[in-house]
Structures are given as structure tokens and as C-alpha cells.
């Protein structure tokens, strides 16, 4: 199994500043790090290279996007507006999206990560790919960005993959824990790209994600929420996955599979109140290769999005990349013992079903318009 690997260190250097979650430090807020600072990210890629499991992956360079990739997505004056951010004293380029200095060169280089894993795995170099990038994406809309993100990473990769490599499906899945608004805005009325997200219900953005949002126009039905309540563990997203990704993909049948892999929805994450562990997200990953072997040719490519516990989100990265290499490390995970204490909820829930019922009867209404039958 060829992994490919995209990472620079430029992408930890970031800046969003001094911040308390969503509130900037002021007043009665004592500073500190911003929440979305780089240590998460470092710590996931030093323990990819302590475990050994980083010499068995196929080392992909990227480079920055250039301004006729971003505009795949982006309008030309909102790039303008972060490049001009960027280069003076920064600001915010929307709602919560941090531009400090230099950050238009480090989110091209994280979008040209993201292309450059599309192109390895299109050019059957690898045959799956783990890019390791900063700042986030799935949250950025074509003249907004939101939430950490500055260019939507997956967005402008898919389109790439569109124009420059010919597939003509592409699924994106986004189990990161706040809603995909940025990949659904892009893609809303498109019939060639299935949107996926599965995402604790009215997180962030408020009121977005909602299970009624089902596409416009041609792409009415191609666009699939899946908002959980919070407190929702492995047994509501294993039946997620059961009952509604992989039953859409096998419909849709993708020529490429795009995650937009968020480990904030990991139970100690400061941002989310879900309940997973490393092995749900490395058996989400084990259920996407089966679908990318029945119908991509194994190309399935994983874009690094949220997580923020510096101590739990390197052990969620290790188990993905055990599952996309097959290689195993002799890394044990020492929170998987705290299972015990949250056992009664990780089983599916009546809340929980209730939501897989809502979104099953939608799926189900434009089951042949996914299929290609209309």
C-alpha cells in the first residue's frame, strides 16, 4: 500500500495571535495561545516521525497555489483582500479568519498541499494521501472566510481535479465535527460532486448544516447533512456511516474520494462536545478504502481541517495513517482505557437514530437522482 505524505513546517507558522476560543483576550480574559495554534498539528507530525510509521509514507512536496487556482473557488478581490492582509498588519478576512502576516503565502501552500495530493494519487504515484496542512479550509465561502479558514482547500482540489485531471464524480466526506459550510456553498448546485458532512448539530456555523439542506437546481439531492446532537459517540456515527455514507457512495459511485478530516469531534476536544476515540476515526477510514476500492481505483485523499487537544489529536492522526498504509507502529493509545467510563453512551441513541431516520427518508427521495437514474 503506497501512502503519500504532504507536510512543511511553514504550515505551523501560521499566526492567528492571542485568543481564548472565539474571544480575543482583553478585559477579564487572561491571554494565551489562540485556540487554533500550531501544537496539535506539530505534535501529530512528530509522533507520525517518533512511531516510524513516517518512513514507510511516500513524501509528497507542495507548493503554493497560484491565483488561477484559488479563483476556481475564491472571487478575485477576496484573494486580493487576504494577499493585501497578509502583507501589512494582517486582520480578519471574514468571520473569524485570521490572516496574519504572510498567511496568504502559507494557505496557498496549504491549497497547493491539497492539489499536489490529488495530483499523486491521480497520477497513480500512491494510491492514497494524508496532506497535513494549516489553516483549515471547509469553512472558507468564495468571498468569506469563516471559522480558522482562510481558502477552502477541498473546494479549489476538487475543482482542480475537475479541470486539470478529468474526473468528471468527486465525493467529498467532512467528519470534521463543525459543519462543511464552505465545500456545500461550492458544490450546492452542482450534480458531479456529492457533499457529505456529518457534524454536531448548530456548532458552527449557527444554524447551517441542517438536514432540509439538500442542494439546489441539478444538485438538488446531492448535497447530504448529518447533524448530531451533542453526546453522540462511535455507535451513532457507525451507523452513519452504515446506514448513509457508504450506502450514497455506493449510488454515486465517485471516481475520487476527498475527506475533510477534522479530529475535533474526538472526546476531549475544547471545541465540540462529541464522544470519539482514535479507532472510530481509524475505522472511518477503513469503510472510505473499501469504497475507493470498489469504485475509485483506491483514490482516496484525506485533508487535514480542525482538532484542537494537543494531547489527544496525535493519536487520532496516527490511527488514520495505520489504516491508509496498513502499516502498524507499536503506538498504543493510553486514552482508549477511559472507554470504560462513557460505555452506555457510545451505543447508537434514540436522539440519534431519530436524526439517521430524517436524513435516510431525504436520501432515499432523490436515491435516483444520486444514481444517475434521472
Known amino acids: 500500500m503506497k501512502t503519500g505524505f504532504v507536510f512543511h513546517e511553514s504550515y505551523l507558522w501560521h499566526d492567528l495571535g492571542s485568543a481564548a476560543a472565539y474571544i480575543p483576550a482583553g478585559g477579564y480574559v487572561e ?50 483582500k487576504v ?26 501552500l496549504a491549497v497547493g498541499g491539497c492539489i499536489e495530493a490529488v495530483d499523486a494519487v491521480a497520477d497513480n504515484r500512491v494510491e492514497n494521501a494524508y496532506a497535513l496542512v494549516r489553516p483549515a479550509g471547509h469553512h472558507a465561502e468564495p468571498d468569506f472566510g469563516r471559522g480558522y479558514c482562510i481558502f477552502n482547500n477541498i473546494a479549489i482540489a476538487v475543482k482542480y481535479a475537475q479541470r486539470i485531471k478529468g474526473f468528471k464524480k468527486i465525493a467529498i466526506v467532512d467528519w470534521d465535527v463543525h459543519h ?5 456553498k461550492a458544490f450546492y448546485q452542482d450534480p458531479t460532486v456529492l457533499t457529505i458532512s456529518i457534524h454536531q448539530d448548530r456548532l458552527f456555523p449557527q444554524d447551517m448544516g441542517l438536514t432540509t439542506e439538500v442542494g439546489a437546481g441539478k444538485g438538488e439531492g446531492f448535497n447530504i447533512n448529518i447533524p448530531f446532537p451533542p453526546g453522540t459517540s462511535s455507535g451513532g456515527y457507525i451507523s452513519a456511516f452504515d446506514r448513509i455514507i457508504k450506502p450514497a457512495l455506493d449510488l454515486f459511485k465517485p471516481e475520487l474520494i476527498i475527506v475533510a478530516c477534522g479530529f475535533d469531534g474526538n472526546i476531549i476536544d475544547p471545541l465540540s462536545r462529541q464522544l470519539l476515540y482514535s479507532e472510530d476515526y481509524r475505522l472511518f477510514t477503513r469503510i472510505l478504502k473499501e469504497v475507493a476500492r470498489d469504485h475509485c481505483q483506491d483514490r482516496l485523499v484525506l485533508c487535514q481541517e480542525g482538532g484542537y487537544s494537543t494531547a489527544y489529536v496525535p493519536f487520532c492522526g496516527l490511527a488514520v495513517l495505520e489504516e491508509l498504509s496498513e502499516y502498524s507502529t507499536q503506538v498504543n493509545d493510553p486514552f482508549l482505557a477511559a472507554r470504560k467510563g462513557v460505555f452506555p453512551y457510545r451505543e447508537l441513541q434514540t436522539s440519534q437514530d431519530q436524526v439517521l431516520i430524517e436524513v435516510e427518508k431525504i436520501r432515499n427521495k432523490y436515491k435516483d437522482r444520486i444514481s444517475g437514474e434521472v
Open 31 to 80: 491571554p494565551e495561545l489562540h485556540i487554533d495554534n500550531p501544537s496539535a498539528k506539530r505534535r501529530f507530525r512528530n509522533l507520525i516521525e517518533v512511531s516510524g510509521i513516517l518512513r514507510n509514507l511516500v513524501s509528497i512536496t507542495p507548493r503554493q497555489a497560484t491565483i488561477d487556482e484559488l479563483t476556481m473557488v475564491h472571487g478575485k478581490e477576496y484573494v486580493e
Open 83 to 108: 494577499k493585501k492582509l497578509s502583507d501589512s498588519k494582517g486582520g480578519d478576512a471574514g468571520e473569524n479568519a485570521i490572516v496574519g502576516i504572510g498567511s496568504y503565502e502559507i494557505a496557498a
Open 180 to 184: 462543511g459550510n464552505g465545500n456545500q
